[in-house]
């Protein structure tokens, strides 16, 4: 998920302000589920995969009969606990869920960012438990350091077109590879941007620079795809669902959009011109709709993974059982007659 992403799903949670953390899962390695009750409403699933999506859900899913060592420790800090917060660190990839608990204030941080991981920490900021232990340049991600937020990216909502015409006047890079990283875009809103001004992302930023008309389109450009953000779920779908027209021309009655979907988007850009574009009330909802089959079945591919790892064979089936059974007390009885 992008930062364009990740805010929309920050706007979406937070109605959940004020719900109780019922129970946490983990039924894989990479994905942690917050079953989260809110005050007269049904409960809901919120599934994190790590490094790749944050999004909300009310489907049915298996889940381990004995929790995962992390999934206790959320257990033991967050059971019960009120979601009070929930916050996006600038325009970066980091959500930060605030939970109320009967032992304090506890901050659970998801990194949507390289692998990604998921920090259960104090109310200093002290690491409790991380997903997964971690070290880069300057962070120690590990149980008793201090959490360190990485530097704040630039927030696009911030840039004027003054502030943008300085931050390409100083790149070294082309213009579309300057706003997908130093303006904090990210590629696919980086060349909607551009595509909406007219402007070639091959172009030296510093040359686009130089011509304040050039600059003030593509901030014209930007300030509208956020405006359309900012009313998504408002005055227009809070979602999109996003799918090739051929594959609506099969004559199937219904498509199966979690099988022909390409992506899931908050808002509809340029590039989706060519595509059928499907509207959700939530854009949590679009992406529960093109991957959330597949996040469901999490249980069964951890135990399939578990198979291959060992090398051995799949679980036995109930009658297979017997049958092992069977054969067993008939060698035994066997070898006694002998």
């Known amino acids: 998920m992008s930062g ?22 983990q039924p894989h390695h990479e994905q942690l589920v917050l079953r989260i009750k809110p005050r007269e409403k049904s409960p809901q699933d919120l599934v994190i995969v790590r490094g790749k999506r944050v999004y909300l859900s009310r489907r049915d899913r298996p889940m381990p009969t004995q929790p995962a060592p992390f ?4 257990r033991k800090h967050l059971g019960n606990g009120r979601l009070t917060a929930v916050s996006q660190h600038g325009f970066d990839r980091i959500i930060t869920l605030d939970f109320d608990t009967k032992d304090g204030p506890r901050h659970l941080i998801i990194e949507c960012f390289r692998d990604g991981n998921v920090i259960l920490a104090d109310s200093t ?7 997964t232990h971690a070290r880069y340049s300057g962070r120690i991600l590990k149980k008793g350091e201090p959490y360190q937020f990485p530097p704040v990216a ?3 909502h911030d840039l004027d077109t003054d502030a943008l015409q300085r931050l390409l006047r100083e790149s070294q890079r082309n213009v579309v590879r300057t706003l997908a990283g130093r303006a904090s875009l990210g590629g696919p809103l ?8 007219g402007i070639s992302g091959d172009v030296a930023a510093e040359k686009i620079a130089e011509d304040t008309g050039t600059v003030g ?3 014209t450009a930007l300030s509208g795809i956020l405006a359309e ?16 027209m051929e594959k609506l021309d099969l004559g199937e009655e219904e498509v199966d959009v979690a099988r022909y979907a390409v992506e899931a988007s908050p808002v509809q850009l340029p590039a989706h011109g060519e595509f059928h574009c499907l509207p959700y009330p939530r854009f949590v909802d679009a992406v529960d709709a093109w991957m959330g089959n597949h996040d469901a079945a999490a249980l069964a591919r951890r135990q399939s993974e578990a ?3 060992i090398g051995g064979r799949a679980p036995s089936t109930e009658a297979e059982t017997l049958e092992r059974r069977f054969s067993q007390q008939k060698s035994a009885l066997q070898g006694f007659s002998d």
Not at 229 to 244: F, K
């Open 4 to 25: 364009l992403d990740l805010r929309q799903v920050v706007a979406e949670l937070s109605e959940y302000v004020g719900a109780h953390c019922k129970k946490i899962y």
């Open 190 to 197: 980086a060349n909607a941007v551009l595509q909406m001004s």
């Open 71 to 74: 999934a206790m420790l959320l």
């Open 229 to 244: 953000l900012s009313v998504a779920g408002d005055e227009v779908p809070g979602g999109w669902l996003i799918l090739p």
């Open 217 to 219: 389109k593509i901030s």
């Open 125 to 131: 900021f002290t690491i409790i438990q991380p997903l």
């Open 307 to 309: 198979v291959e790892t």
């Open 154 to 156: 630039i927030d696009p």
